[in-house]
DNA sequence: TCTGGGGTCCTAGGACCC
DNA sequence: TCTGGGGTCCTAGGACCC
C-alpha cells in the first residue's frame, strides 16, 4: 500500500536510475476475435457481431463488436437490449474452450518474447520488461511494444492492444486509449499529468459502488480529487481504503508483475431458464455442478477443504453457505455430501423460486500434498481412497467417451431418450 | 429488457487459544 | 470471583474485474 515514502528507499533510488518498464496487452474484443477465427465464413463476415446469451433466455452481452458497440451496446448487457439497440446484430454463443485455446497460445507466444508473464485474465496479460536494456539494445519501450504486437499477430492471429508505463496502473490504463489494435507508452515522470486525463470511475479497482459514493461528494474526476485533504480522505474512508485511493489518482501502484499466482478457487454455477422451486431439480442441477467442479478439480490435481453453496432467489437476492473439513477433499462423493447439506440449510432459511445455484470449492492444496496429521493419527481419513478411485475412473471414461456417456446415477433416471449416441472419441 | 459465469480481494464478527 | 489483549481460523457478504 503505503507508496509515499519511496522517494528516499533503495527501491526509489534503483528506480531513478532505472524505471521499470511494464506492458499490459490486451486483446482487441477478444471473444468476438475468437468467434471469427473460428468460424471465418458465418461470423468472421459480419461486422455487427455479438457474442454472448440467447436473447429470448437470461443471457447476456459477453463481448460485441465495435460496430455494434457504437449503438451502444456494452458488455454484461442483457441480450435483448443489445438486440433493441442493434437489431441487426448477429448473436452467436460463446465457446470456452476456443477462448481458452487461443489465451493459451497468445500467453506462449508472450513467454517466448519477455522474460516475466502474468495472465491477468483471459485476455490479458502484463509483462515486466525491467533490466533488458542491454538486451534490447536500449530500443524505445514503446517500439518494443509495437513489435511484440506484429509477433503476437502474425503468430496467434491475434490482434492486440498494448499499454506501457513505469507501473501496471499506467499500463492497464494506458492500454485502454490505445485500443484498438494501438500502442501507447507513458513517459517515466509523466504519470501524474498522464492521470489527469481520466474520471475516477475509469481507475481499475473504482467501480460503480465507490464512484457512486465518490460523486456525492463531489467528486467525479482525477482532477477533483488531487486537491483534497488527505485527512478528510482518512476520516472519510478509513486510513486503508483512503490511502489507495490517494495513491491510485496519482497513478501510485505498489503491486508487482507476478509470473505464478497460483489458483485460489474453482467454481461452476448456472442461471437457469425459468426459476425453479422443485428441491428434488435443484438437487440433480446441485449434482450436475458439483460434479463439474470435482472434475476440473482432479483435472488440475488439486484437492480443497472449503466447499460453498450459492443461491440466487428469484428476487435476486444471493446468499451463500460454506463449510470448512480439516483435510483437502477431491471425490465427488465427498464434496456433494457437504454441497447437499448446506443447499438444504440454504433452503431452510428461506423457501422461494430459485434463478441461480453454484457450487464452489477453496482453500485449495496440491492433490499429492499429504494429509493434516493429528498428534494421536488416530482419526478417520475425511474422505476414502475408495471414493478417490471412482471418482478418478470416472473422469477417464468421461475423457474417452464423452461427458454425456457417464452420469451420475441420480441423473440416469432423467436422462432424455432423444439425447445423441454416445460418440467415441478418436 | 431486468440483471452471465468465471474469478479475486476485503471486511467484520465470533470462536478459540495462549 | 473477575479481567486482559493478540493472533488465527472460519463464515457471510459485498465490491470489483473481465
Known sequence: MGENGVRGSARGTREAANPPKILLVDCDMFYVQVARLEDPDGAGKED??????????????????YGV???????????????????????????????SLRSRQVREALQDLSPVVQAAS????????????????????????????????????????????????????????????????????????????FELREIPGIGPALAQALEKKGLVSVEDLLPVDRAWLERWLGPSRASWLWNRARGRDSSRVNPSESRKSISSERTFGKDLSDDRDLERELLRLTTSVGATLRRKGLRGRTITVKIRDEDFRTRQAGHTLP??????????????NLYRELRRKRRVGVRLLGVGISSLVDGDSPPQLDLFGGKAPVEPERDRVVSRVLDDLRDRFGHRAILPGRMLENRNKDEPEIERKS
Open 327 to 340: 483435510d483437502a477433499v477431491e471425490a465427488d462423493a465427498t464434496l456433494y455430501s457437504v454441497a447437499q
Open 69 to 99: 458497440r457504437e449503438f451502444g451496446v456494452r458488455s454484461g448487457m442483457p441480450t435483448g437490449q443489445a438486440l433493441g439497440l442493434c437489431p441487426e446484430a448477429k448473436v452467436v454463443p460463446v465457446s470456452r474452450k476456443a477462448c
Open 48 to 65: 455487427l457481431l455479438i457474442v454472448g446469451g440467447s436473447p429470448t433466455g437470461r443471457g447476456v452481452v459477453t463481448s460485441a463488436s
Open 122 to 197: 483471459i485476455d490479458e496479460f502484463y509483462l515486466d520488461l525491467s533490466g533488458t536494456e542491454r538486451l534490447l539494445h536500449q530500443e524505445p519501450l514503446a517500439s518494443t511494444a509495437g513489435r511484440i504486437r506484429e509477433e503476437i499477430l502474425s503468430r496467434t492471429a491475434i490482434s492486440v492492444s498494448i499499454g506501457g508505463g513505469t507501473r501496471k496502473l499506467i499500463a492497464k490504463l494506458a492500454a485502454g486509449t490505445a485500443k484498438p489494435g494501438g500502442v501507447r507508452v507513458v513517459d517515466p515522470g509523466q504519470e501524474e499529468a498522464f492521470m489527469m486525463s
